[in-house]
């Protein structure tokens, strides 16, 4: 089983490259941010709590995102792999997602580090702000995303080289472009 993590600052294009990998090898998909958008939608309690910490560009507590990681990933049944895409955030969930990984049998095969300069994520989230309306995608709040990513995330970067994981992948450039070295990369596993 192939479980990809594919890694990188808001607005990198974990979304858009994940959408390709599910088609071109039949992966399932666990979006952190797209679960909890869903949970605010349907007005449920996880949604209320989940909307507090989006809205001011904040991490939901990793207890409660390794919980919702676990029972999400446990739903896929027959799967030929997972990428798991916005999880995890910070050590605390790379290293729940070792141990969850392990009960199971299985290990995180790749972390694919998507690397976008600055400008260029402050350019993509205030465009993609306008056009989806999402929300945290507003100047004030990717803001704080970036600070919140840079202190809780991008130690992972580290982490996942010491685990003998790590891929960088550069994220500028045509999303074909991109998309082709990230198959590269998996189709050397
Ligand atoms: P991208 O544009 O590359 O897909 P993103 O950072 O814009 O990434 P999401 O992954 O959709 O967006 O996450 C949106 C928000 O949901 C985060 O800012 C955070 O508040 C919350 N969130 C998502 N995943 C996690 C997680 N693993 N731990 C804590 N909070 C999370
Ligand atoms: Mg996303």
Redo the contacts with the bound molecule.
Sequence with gaps: MLNIVIF?A??????TQSARLVEKYGLNHI????V??AEIKNGTELGKT?KG??DN????P?AL?IDILASVFDSFKDSKGVIF??????IA?AEALKTMLAERNQEVSVMLDLEVPEEELMTR?IKRGQESGRA?DNEETIKK?LVVYHSQTAPLIDWYKKDGKYSHIKGVGTMDGIFADICAVIDKL
């Design positions: 990188g808001p607005g990198s294009g974990k979304g979006s952190t941010g797209d909890l958008r989940a910490y989006i560009g904040q991490l939901i990793d995102m895409d916005g999880f995890p955030r910070t969930q989230l945290d995303r």
